[in-house]
């Protein structure tokens, strides 16, 4: 059973520039999270999609752009990078319908230097 | 002040020792308590989850939550070196909902 996949693993990308970061969910989950982990903090919760659509936002600029596609894979878009957008970003699923909730799956993350 | 707040550490203790993470957090809402390990460069992986306040144990991991003093503790029983890793603690609303995470502690086990 395939997790959470997420391409690419690693890009290097100048100032200015358009990055556009994807993400697979497990198997069964229909519920995509993006988050956005600096060096030596915790991840940030930057989206959530569900049905196509985004449901909750933290606070990130409108420079971060999502999508969630009908077999509910995602996509994260950044317009405009700037320098303090390098980290890692990361992808989670989880299952709608499951109400426990501790079924939130992470990915390995896609590493984005921004130079 | 940040929602979840967790000393960053880092944290060196050595094999076989009793290693003690916590974190305290200010949003009442929260009701589901995490701990996340995530070894260098990869992602995190679920570790401890509670609902609410209490214990909960499995294996070598026991994880505590009071919520009167907005408290979440994980011990680590008999560490080991394979247990040296960043440790996030997370909370959240809903089932659903958005996970807020404190900055991570780094623990290192040493043999």
């Known amino acids: 059973d395939a997790g959470v996949t997420q391409s690419p693993t690693h890009l290097i990308k100048t100032r200015g520039q358009q990055v556009t970061l994807r993400c697979s969910p497990k198997?069964?989950?229909?519920?995509v999270s993006w988050y956005q982990q600096a060096l030596g903090q915790g991840p940030q919760f930057i989206f959530q999609?569900?049905?196509?659509?985004?449901?909750q936002r933290g606070n990130f600029p409108d420079r971060f752009s999502g999508h969630q596609f009908p077999n509910y894979s995602s996509e994260l878009n950044v317009n405009a990078l700037l320098l303090g957008d390098s980290a890692l970003y990361l992808c989670?699923?989880?299952?709608?319908?499951?109400?426990?909730?501790?079924?939130?799956?992470f990915g390995e993350g896609s590493w984005l230097t921004v130079v | 002040q940040k929602e979840v707040e967790q000393d960053p550490g880092p944290l060196s203790v050595p094999e076989g020792a009793i290693v003690s993470l916590n974190c305290t957090y200010s949003?009442?809402?929260?009701?589901?308590f995490m701990w996340y390990r995530q070894y260098s460069r990869k992602g995190p992986e679920l570790l401890m989850y509670?609902?609410?306040?209490g214990n909960k144990e499995d294996g070598r991991f026991t994880a505590q939550v009071d919520k009167s003093s907005k408290y979440i503790s994980l011990f680590i029983r008999d560490s080991q070196p394979s247990d040296s890793a960043t440790y996030l603690c997370?909370?959240?609303?809903?089932?659903?909902?958005?996970?807020?995470f404190g900055k991570g502690t780094l623990l290192t086990v040493n043999p």
């Open positions: 198997s069964g989950h229909d519920t």
């Open positions: 509670t609902y609410s306040s």
């Open positions: 999609y569900y049905e196509e659509e985004e449901r």
């Open positions: 989670a699923s989880s299952l709608e319908t499951d109400f426990s909730g501790n079924t939130i799956y």
């Open positions: 949003n009442s809402a929260f009701q589901y």
């Open positions: 997370a909370s959240r609303r809903g089932s659903n909902y958005k996970l807020t």
